[in-house]
């Protein structure tokens, strides 16, 4: 056990810590999730590739850097205490990539795995529909085979990064008459296709950073199947462990963001602070488990390349540390609250997707409670 | 940064289960803390042969030259066992205090030691022979002479020794109060340790009745309203380890943390008394019974809630360095953990 940066570590962080003061621009400083600044943030995001900074445990003959999970967290951790953006290929980086790496021909790999590191494709998610939330298996986009192409019909939803993105990661029912989990296809769809429309969905903070993607006769050439055809199930999940794998350290980080302006506000309103001293620390000391435990996760990380059940606890942890965060914020200001801050006002609408996305707590329990304590299912 | 255990620590886990196992079989454990003794005294003769008394000792005193992390270990399973005799007394409270010249007898089984404050209440008195007692800014060593008491919780006996007694005075001053913040700091996270072993020992029976018990012809563990409870201790009591091991090693490393024993300390009370109460509830009546061996557990649990000072005045400590820290919220653990360390060390 050594809960020291190593030399290596060290090292890269003080490098990185320096590139970011150096490249950051000011704009982006807090814009957390939102996708406002588009040009800017697709600058930063390619910079941030250039330099090396991308993909660092990705196999280098995809273009990574070939190291361990341990240096990707570091660079997720200096970023949060930048306070600086998600870089724009998070679910290509995060989602897209390890999918095609683990499921992909060698022709997808070659396509999109070097452009999805450099910043040139940005990727988005086609999973959830209105009538497919928690419960995926019930997807009703139709892909129907004609010749060399899967015509698509159907809709998405909650889809972040539509409006920006080149590439879509489509979970579509292909076979309506095979058993629940047997007929879904996962596909690669190129977002400018003729019949893509991206409507943006406007959120409770007035945002809007999701979108719905409606497909009307999209042609996808049958080649941009993942894995096999009606085995999109179990490629779809490959994915949603590994959103969960080093989503740790990127929530931890907006959650440090979010304590240390909690610490700051208690430092400047100490009367207010007075009564919630115990639950200010308890937002803290649970940031410093959460961190604690993505370091932990990154051992089996690393020692069998998927992630562990780590990624499920921290999320759900994280979410209501989260929400609650914002609520003691809230309290310190008193009858200012009402007033539109620019910050604690936006998190306190922001947070309540927080047990929502990436998994809702109640199916993240679900999650926890079979695979990893194996209690008997719930359906 | 790396938070693996070594193969050797790993192996030293597996022992130390396997030995509580075979002596203190879970069915066996409400026969020997219902008996007059409480304990049985010979496992500490077998306790010491097997170098688990010496660990943090030198070689050359009779140890096995290892440190707190290999204890840390041991305090863990042995509160997942509800070990009765005074091992935390000893090694996990006593320990730092207890001089250079008195070790090899320590080591050897030969004598064994408690701790107590002004209060004078004092873990195991009775099956010790030893006191260090810290009083402001004096510590000193005295015969295990006092009251018994009545401990709300069977298998951590307490008693009340004078604190005003006198004994040998080791250290006054500065160093005292050195001494008594490493005391402190080393029993709450040696409280924590020991709130997390029995914590994980209670969920895994919590889950076992939920995977076996049938209700309604189904096994209630598919029942969301019995198994998210349990999964809402697992995500407690995993984030409690980090913390807990976390606050092992920077004492380990003779760190002394301000924050990270009391943030450990609070994390893991809490979440061994909630999961006490989360699996009571699921095993129903069953849960209530002096037969199960839930009702031991829980007052372990209560007891180091309290023993260690409530939580939350623990939370409020920890929130008064944090107002006082110059880069709040990542410069404590920045320190330490990786986190943010390459800024305080570039």
Redesign the interface.
């Known amino acids: 056990?050594?809960?020291?940066?190593?030399e290596e570590?060290?090292e890269?962080?003080?490098r990185l810590?320096a590139w970011i003061a150096e490249h950051l621009p000011k704009e982006l400083v807090g814009l957390g999730t939102r996708t406002s600044h588009v040009e800017l943030l697709r600058q930063w995001s390619r910079e941030l590739s250039d330099a090396g900074y991308v993909g660092l445990s990705w196999p280098r003959e995809y273009g990574g850097g070939g190291g361990r999970h341990?240096l990707e967290g570091?660079v997720l951790?200096?970023l949060a205490?930048a306070d600086a953006p998600q870089h724009l290929g998070t679910i290509g980086l995060g989602m897209a990539g390890p999918t095609i790496m683990a499921h992909g021909t060698p022709d997808q790999k070659a396509a999109h795995l070097r452009p999805i590191l450099q910043a040139e494709e940005i990727w988005c998610q086609g999973f959830s529909e209105p009538g497919a939330g928690s419960d995926l298996a019930s997807v009703r986009t139709r892909a129907e085979r004609r010749g060399d192409l899967f015509v698509v019909n159907g809709q998405k939803v909650w889809s972040s990064y539509a409006h920006l993105a080149d590439w879509c990661i489509l979970v579509t029912l292909s076979d309506p008459a095979a058993p629940r989990y047997r007929g879904l296809t996962y596909l690669l769809v190129d977002m400018h296709s003729p019949g893509v429309e991206v409507r943006p969905l406007r959120q409770m903070t007035g945002d809007a950073d999701f979108n719905e993607i409606f497909f009307t006769d999209v042609e996808v050439p049958v080649t941009n199947v993942v894995g096999e055809i009606g085995g999109g199930w179990q490629v779809a999940m490959t994915t949603l462990l590994h959103e969960r794998a080093t989503l740790g350290f990127a929530l931890t980080g907006f959650l440090?963001s979010g304590?240390?302006r909690l610490?700051?506000l208690?430092?400047t309103h100490?009367d207010a602070?007075q009564p919630w001293?115990?639950?200010?620390?308890?937002e803290?000391?649970?940031?410093?488990?959460?961190?604690?435990?993505a370091?932990?996760s990154?051992?089996q990380l690393d020692r069998t390349g998927m992630p562990g059940p780590?990624g499920s606890?921290i999320k759900?942890?994280w979410s209501e540390s989260s929400q609650r965060t914002t609520k003691l914020a809230r309290q310190l200001l008193g009858q200012e609250a009402v007033l539109d801050d620019g910050f604690w006002n936006y998190q306190q609408l922001r947070s309540r997707a927080n047990t929502i996305e990436a998994g809702t707590s109640?199916i993240l329990?679900?999650i926890?409670?079979e695979r990893?304590?194996?209690?008997?299912?719930?359906r | 940064?790396?938070?693996?255990?070594?193969d050797e620590?790993a192996q030293l886990r597996e022992q130390a289960r396997a030995f509580l196992e075979r002596r203190l079989p879970a069915p066996a454990l409400g026969q020997v803390l219902d008996s007059e003794a409480g304990w049985d005294p010979a496992t500490w003769k077998e306790i010491a042969d097997l170098g688990w008394l010496g660990v943090s000792i030198p070689e050359e005193q009779g140890g096995a030259g290892l440190g707190y992390?290999e204890e840390a270990i041991l305090i863990e399973e042995f509160g997942r066992r509800l070990y009765s005799g005074p091992y935390l007394a000893t090694v996990g409270l006593a320990r730092p205090a207890i001089p250079e010249a008195a070790l090899p007898d320590l080591a050897r089984g030969a004598v064994r030691w408690s701790v107590c404050d002004g209060s004078g209440l004092a873990p195991n008195l009775h099956q010790v022979d030893m006191v260090v007692v810290v009083v402001e800014d004096r510590v000193s060593l005295a015969p295990a002479r006092g009251e018994v008491l009545t401990s709300i919780d069977a298998s951590r006996p307490m008693g009340r020794v004078d604190p005003t007694a006198g004994g040998e005075v080791i250290a006054t001053g500065e160093r005292a109060m050195q001494l008594r913040r490493k005391l402190r700091l080393r029993r709450l996270s040696a409280l924590a340790l020991e709130a997390v072993g029995l914590a994980q020992q209670v969920l895994e029976w919590g889950?076992e009745h939920?995977?076996t018990r049938e209700q309604f012809e189904?096994?209630i563990?598919?029942?969301?309203a019995v198994?998210?409870p349990?999964?809402?201790s697992?995500?407690e009591i995993?984030?409690?380890r980090?913390?807990a091991?976390?606050a092992a090693?920077?004492l380990a490393e003779d760190q002394l943390d301000e924050v990270a024993s009391p943030?450990a300390y609070?994390?893991a009370a809490d979440a061994a008394v909630n999961t006490c109460e989360r699996v009571i509830q699921v095993h129903g009546g069953m849960g209530f019974t002096w037969e199960s061996p839930l009702h031991r557990y829980y007052k372990r649990a209560l007891w180091i809630q309290h023993f260690g000072g409530a939580p939350?005045?623990h939370?409020?400590?920890?929130?008064?360095q944090?107002?006082l820290s110059s880069e709040?919220?990542?410069a404590p653990?920045g320190s330490?953990?990786?986190?943010?360390?390459?800024?305080s060390?570039?």
């Open positions: 056990m050594e809960l020291r940066d190593t570590e060290a890269f962080r003080a810590r341990a570091v951790e200096e205490r440090d304590i240390r610490l700051a208690a430092r100490p602070a001293l115990a639950q200010i620390a308890n803290w000391i649970q940031l410093q488990a959460l961190k604690l435990t370091h932990r990154l051992g780590e606890v759900l942890a109640e329990r679900n926890v409670a990893v304590l194996q209690l008997p299912r719930s | 940064m790396d938070f693996r255990f070594s620590q992390l889950v939920a995977r189904r096994k563990g598919s029942y969301q198994a998210h349990l999964v809402n697992f995500v995993e984030l409690a980090s913390l091991y976390w090693w920077l943030a609070a994390l939350d005045l939370r409020r400590e920890v929130a008064s944090l107002m709040p919220g990542s653990l330490t953990s990786g986190g943010a360390q390459g800024g060390q570039p």
